[in-house]
């Protein structure tokens, strides 16, 4: 196994962001007109603070996608696009992971074998000449929601790593030692049995607890009116538990009930799915009275940064936020 660099925490040094454009045919087809424009949003949002690589299905009309750019005046300067096939848009969690030694990439299985993920699980390899670097690709299943990484500690929780439709016969020990060698990290802190109702990724890390900085976490608070209220209040003994060994600072963020606009089911709204690149953190917003605390406790959490908020209550339809559709480059030295 190639020796691996150290997996860098999300505020290393960026040098662009992946964005995949939903296509009618895919799994959007039930909000396309929403989403698209929801994906505007964040396009226009990365675009004006950071280069963007914009990944554009085959069955999409790129000259179309550049004039409407063009209408909406976002910086497309700051965009390259680049058609490939993929299955989904959730870029997060099979696009490349930035480590001080290059970039790699676990293998995606639709979280668990729920959805195809054959063309998504090829793309990573297939961006090296757009990263100017090759892509290490490993074996073990694992998506990239899934960990989160202060740059000593790497914070996961345990539904969605410790499973069998993802890695048989493979313990919490030997995953452990695996992630050491592929992601040079050697301290872990682990959550149990958390996830809220309707992610359909068991549970990822970063829907429910992540790092501002080293030694400070926010994430998705308790409430008692929450359907999954005794979900947050076990999260919240969890991380008390885990920051009081560790000495790290928490800040619990608001977490608001959320049904769909299609079918009214309870979906999996959070605000702890925020994106930072350099000097900027994107929030995701949705259109509800907790967004202004959401913002300021963020604020509160990133003193030395901006915070920019976007619109994301349409990705919230296929259970995921901003950090999900998003994918970070990290600048290596």
């Known amino acids: 196994m190639k020796a691996a660099g150290q997996f ?4 290393a040094p960026v040098n662009s962001v992946l964005l995949v454009w939903p296509y009618p045919h895919g799994d959007w087809q039930v909000n396309y007109p929403d989403i698209v424009e929801c994906y505007w949003g964040i ?5 004006s603070e950071v280069a963007v690589g914009l990944l554009v299905h085959p069955s999409l009309d790129c000259s179309a996608l550049s004039e409407e750019m063009n209408r909406r005046a976002v910086n497309h300067l700051n965009i390259t696009v680049r058609v490939t096939s993929y299955d989904d848009t959730w870029i997060r969690d099979y ?12 293998t995606f299985n639709g979280w668990g074998g729920k959805y195809s993920a054959l063309n998504d699980n090829a793309v990573p390899v297939r961006l090296g000449d757009y990263l100017d670097a090759p892509v290490t690709k490993y074996e073990f299943v694992c998506e990239g929601g899934g960990l989160e990484t202060d740059g000593e500690t790497l914070l996961l929780n345990a539904n ?18 695996y ?17 809220l109702t309707g992610d359909d990724t068991d549970g990822h890390i970063d829907t429910i607890a992540r790092f501002a900085a080293p030694g400070r976490v926010v994430y998705s608070g ?53 994106l930072i690149v ?5 929030a995701p917003i949705y259109g509800l009275s907790e967004d202004t605390q959401a913002l300021e406790i963020l604020g509160a959490a990133f003193p030395d940064r901006r915070i920019i908020p976007v619109r994301c209550e349409a990705l919230l339809e ?12 990290a600048h290596l030295i």
């Open 8 to 11: 860098l925490p999300e505020w």
């Open 179 to 195: 992630l050491r060698q592929t992601l040079g990290l050697h301290k872990f802190a682990w959550l149990d049995n958390i996830c």
């Open 318 to 329: 296929q259970h995921g936020s901003l950090h999900c559709a998003t994918m970070q480059i």
């Open 43 to 47: 396009l226009q949002a990365l675009s």
């Open 160 to 177: 969605c790593i410790v499973d069998d439709n993802r890695n048989p016969g493979w313990d919490r020990a030997s995953i452990e030692d």
């Open 278 to 282: 350099n000097n900027c953190v994107f």
């Open 222 to 274: 308790p409430n008692a009116a929450h359907v999954d209220a005794a979900v947050l209040a076990e999260l919240h003994r969890q991380l008390d538990q885990i920051a009081q060994v560790n000495g790290w600072q928490l800040l619990a963020l608001p977490s608001p009930m959320y049904r769909s606009l299609i079918d009214g089911r309870f979906l999996p709204c959070t605000y702890a799915n925020f």
């Open 95 to 106: 696009g490349p992971l930035s480590t001080t030694a290059g970039y790699i990439s676990y």
